[in-house]
């Protein structure tokens, strides 16, 4: 293959001039043209890494470590009959296929962030949602996560992504991520902000990625990221964790941003130092500290990182905001009771955390840390939805939402079936489960699949009605030997 037929030859001559010197262009050309290591993250909110790798010695896969990621791997399968995306492990939310250079940057966060159970935390530009769902699992479900992302379409997708992996603890918004540093100052313990960037180092899995690079473009995006990370430099609270990434290698996107804030805040910021985050780190270490990743040296993306820490407050200029009328309201102890007794006496689920609010007929459960915030900002989606309630008076029942079944199903002692797989796919198909033994069950049922819970149902009669919502019917699903 055509040494310019993936990278255009301006593309080259730039990089061969800041290449370092150990390494030489034509492994970049090579490495680039090369197909792109698959990987995957173990989601450990519903599954432990142990336990993952024995589901994948029996799916005949095989894992390597990733140095940087202790829940990551490259995976490795013979003979690939369906999609890795089609996997009982990947549909039930036990796994995230990501690149595994890009789970380097929350690595990076919690190597030097030590959170607790009241930490807030922004993903400043969040979607698809690897990021985030591997810092909530890095966090246990605890605190606040802040995912914001500002392209309307790719919204859905970050919300399928997080609901998909058991996730309760974060509230998504959709903003142009500039306006955190007026909107929000030092309100946030810890930032990701991993930038909208030219992509030159995606070209590995996106044969296109490098069609109209330009180095105008360059300077037009790097105009941005100065915007992005001022903002996120305001919005971080003293002695909080900046955490700046790209998919990118031009030094413009990357550690002239940083430069650009140090020289606007030359006392406020403190550039840490990656040296240590995994053995091999310093192959890829900048003189600042950061991780310049070039894919020949990882086999990997090409990929940026960088720590920064904020060591003295800032005061931006604040702007106005229109929120508009919060439509929800905290549910009376009453109501709370009712519904949290019915989930232990339908499931036998308790320690339910959180806090509940309603709106109309509906119920939901929002981290107790995003209190503060509810009058500060407006959210496209806002926790978990875990019920509705139906009927009046003494008739007064409840209905269980799938986004309960997906954080607190694997927890729960009763009203549980396990399917088989053909059962499992027509489930996954939106359709009524039948032949499923149903003697020990009555009423709303959890149903799983090798043990992990998938979704809910209800029995009536001789089957089981399927209450998967809509939009994660996948006719196309899992694959059945």
């Given amino acids: 293959m055509d040494s310019n037929t993936l990278l255009p030859q301006p593309f080259i001559d730039k990089m061969s001039g800041i290449l370092p010197k150990h390494l030489n262009i034509q492994d970049l050309i090579e490495f680039c043209h090369r197909p792109l290591r698959r990987a995957i993250r173990v989601n450990t909110l519903k599954i432990s890494v142990a336990d993952f790798k024995n589901r994948a010695i029996e799916q005949g896969w095989t894992l390597t470590p990733i140095p940087w990621c202790s829940e990551g791997f490259w995976i490795e399968i013979e003979n690939e009959i369906s999609p890795l995306g089609n996997s009982a492990e990947h549909l039930a939310g036990l796994c995230y296929i990501q690149e595994a250079s890009s789970m380097m940057p929350v690595t990076a966060l919690f190597h030097f962030f030590d959170q607790s159970k009241q930490s807030i935390l922004l993903d400043a530009a969040a979607a698809p949602g690897s990021k985030t769902t591997q810092m909530a699992a890095k966090m246990d479900n605890q605190g606040l996560i802040i995912a914001n992302e500002f392209s309307s379409s790719r919204i859905k997708m970050l919300h399928a992504n997080i609901q998909r992996c058991g996730i309760k603890n974060v509230a998504l918004t959709h903003f142009d991520a500039r306006v955190f540093g007026q909107w929000l100052p030092a309100t946030f313990d810890a930032i990701l902000l991993d930038a909208p960037c030219s992509g030159e180092g995606t070209v590995r899995k996106d044969r296109y990625a490098m069609k109209n690079w330009s180095q105008t ?65 310093d192959k890829t270490r900048t003189e600042e500290g950061f991780l310049h990743i070039w894919p ?38 009453k109501t709370t009771q009712e519904l949290y007794s019915y989930f232990d006496k339908q499931f036998a689920i308790e320690n339910i955390q959180g806090t509940l609010y309603q709106r109309d007929q509906e119920f939901w459960l929002f981290p107790t840390q995003i209190e503060p915030l509810i009058t500060e900002l ?98 196309n699903n899992l694959f059945v030997k």
């Fill in 217 to 281: 473009s360059i300077i037009e995006i790097a105009s941005m990221q100065q915007d992005l990370i001022l903002s996120a430099f305001h919005a971080l609270k003293e002695n909080g964790i900046l955490i700046y990434s790209t998919c990118t290698l031009s030094h413009e996107e990357n550690q002239d941003i940083c430069h650009f804030l140090k020289n606007k805040f030359p006392e406020h910021i403190e550039f840490l130092d990656l040296n240590s985050l995994f053995p091999d780190a």
């Fill in 378 to 475: 407006r959210f496209s989606r806002l926790g978990i939805k875990i019920a509705e309630q139906f009927g009046k008076g003494r008739k007064v029942g409840f209905k269980t939402m799938h986004e309960f079944a997906s954080c607190y199903g694997d927890s729960a002692n009763t009203n549980k079936l396990e399917l088989n797989a053909q059962q499992a796919q027509e489930f996954y198909q939106g359709r009524d489960i039948r032949d499923v033994e149903t003697s020990s069950a009555t009423g709303e049922v959890l149903l799983s699949y090798r043990g992990n819970v998938i979704g809910l149902g209800k029995v009536l009669n001789n089957r089981i009605k399927n209450s998967l919502p809509r939009e994660l019917i996948r006719d």
């Fill in 296 to 333: 020949q040296v990882y086999d990997s993306e090409g990929f940026f990182v960088a720590a920064i820490k904020k060591i003295k407050t800032s005061s931006p200029e604040l702007a106005q905001k229109r929120l508009g009328k919060f439509p929800f309201a905290k549910a009376d102890k």
